[in-house]
């Protein structure tokens, strides 16, 4: 193995010990605890009816920024006397389904640029729902950058969440899929956005002079995730999984053909751009001629290692805003593991 394969994971298992100790000591309360409300004033999540593409990109872009604000994570982020926000997020997250909220923070990416478009997958796969050969819907993706580096020339850990409408009809209410992908935790000096690969699977994490999720930062994050997701397996909380994708349309869930990894990456067709800070490079008014990320898929292949990616489809972009709502209204509800 080598020594980068022996630092990532090295810290890997450092988060993973120090977290399953930290989880041995209250996991088993936790879930008596949440009387309190995690939302609303239960702790149930309620009726989900879907939403309506239109409505939820209105307020998505109904409060654009005049400057872009660079907001700072710290430990203390995540902490309000002894109470453990970031650990009350993520079980809302994996609870609530709606596609807008209330004003509330987000804890782990908070500096983000919004987009919409059209996602059509036009490979052949063995996929079903809207992995299927021919699937084509609205989407609102959200860039994001964790922490609080944003700019090139910082060790940046950069992703996209996207929230899959299935229709072409911006006036149809429908129930939507939410998917997650990310780069290394640890950060990479990638120039452009455009050029990193994001996937599902964040199992990967180098270890850099400034690591995003080193230290008591990556130590809380993990016992958060592991907590919400009720398990004292980290490794199964940093991949997640695609099924909400690949049952859309689906009548029985058992028979859906889900990949196992995804990947979103920039359009080769597509110019990069050279700005300070990512927000500013995915600008639609950057890309005249169109701006588009490439759909990968793999079912073949091993987590730290090689994967056998197909390029199966493209997410057209034809508009981008970054807003207090895209940062602070837009949900993205976390598929809990199967």
């Known amino acids: 193995m080598s020594e980068r394969s022996n630092n990532t994971m090295s810290t890997f298992l450092t988060i993973a010990a120090i977290s399953m100790a930290f989880s041995a000591c209250d996991i088993s309360d936790t879930y008596e605890s949440t009387s309190q409300p995690l939302w609303g004033g239960t702790t149930e999540a309620p009726g989900y009816e879907g939403s309506r593409f239109g409505d939820v990109w209105a307020q998505v872009a109904s409060d654009p920024y005049s400057q872009l604000p660079q907001q700072t994570v710290t430990v203390g982020s995540f902490f309000s006397g002894w109470h453990n926000k970031l650990t009350r997020a993520s079980k809302r997250t994996l609870a609530r389904r ?166 979103i990456t920039g359009a080769a067709d597509v110019p990069r751009v050279d700005r300070a800070d990512f927000r500013d490079e995915l600008d639609i008014n950057n890309y005249p001629g169109g701006l588009a990320f490439e759909i990968w898929a793999a079912h073949i292949g091993t987590r730290l290692g090689w994967k056998d990616w197909k390029l199966i489809g493209r997410i057209d972009i034809d508009d981008t805003v970054a807003s207090d709502s895209c940062d602070h209204r837009l949900h993205f509800s976390h598929p809990k593991h199967r």
């Open 98 to 263: 709606d596609d807008l909220l209330p004003r509330f923070d987000k804890l782990l990416h908070p500096n983000g640029l919004c987009a919409r478009g059209t996602w059509r997958i036009t490979a052949s796969t063995p996929y079903t729902g809207y992995f299927a050969t021919g699937a084509e819907g609205l989407i609102i993706g959200r860039a994001s950058a964790a922490l609080s580096a944003t700019l090139q020339g910082q060790y940046r850990s950069l992703g996209f969440a996207g929230k899959i409408f299935p229709t072409l009809d911006e006036d149809e209410r429908v129930k939507t899929a939410n998917f997650f992908t990310i780069d290394d935790l640890g950060g990479t000096l990638t120039d452009h956005y455009l050029d990193t690969g994001l996937t599902n699977d964040i199992i990967h994490i180098s270890v850099r002079p400034s690591s995003v999720f080193d230290g008591p930062v990556g130590v809380v994050v993990a016992q958060s995730f592991m907590t919400a997701d009720r398990t004292f397996n980290v490794a199964q909380t940093l991949i997640r999984q695609l099924y909400p994708v690949s049952t859309i349309g689906v009548d029985d869930a058992d028979n859906a053909e889900t990949p196992v990894w995804l990947m």
